[in-house]
């Protein structure tokens, strides 16, 4: 997604267990991030943020956002300790300021590209 004149994108490595924010297609920054357990795995494919939602409560953290497949998200978490693990229903968590960094950076509709 064009933000400022920058193309945003995310990528996601559910076996790394690592979120790439990407600036005109190279790695800027790189975040831990917590995935999917065998049973609920993270599913993967290519979405787009379609909603932003602060301080959702409860396990999703200081931040949601919403993809285009329903019912999956990018959020914070209020289990810190989860993070790096496959611990998730198949969302992708974050600590919490690392959630609230990056949705200060990527808009609504920036592509997100899960890859198992």
């Known amino acids: 997604m064009i933000e400022g004149g920058q193309v945003y994108s995310i990528t996601v490595s ?8 990407l600036k005109d297609g190279q790695v800027i920054r790189t975040y831990p991030v917590g995935v999917g357990k065998m049973v609920t795995a993270t599913p993967t494919g290519v979405f787009t943020i379609i909603n ?22 990018i959020h914070g978490t209020n289990a ?11 969302c992708i968590r974050m ?13 609504i509709g920036t592509v997100v590209t899960i890859t198992s």
């Open 14 to 21: 559910v076996s790394k267990r690592e979120l790439y924010l």
């Open 52 to 73: 932003k939602a602060p301080n959702p409560g409860g396990p999703f953290g200081a931040m949601w956002m919403g993809l285009s497949l329903p019912h999956y998200g």
């Open 80 to 90: 810190p300790w989860s993070i790096g693990k496959y611990v998730s229903k198949g």
């Open 95 to 107: 600590y919490n300021e690392d959630v609230l960094a990056l949705s200060k950076i990527v808009p």
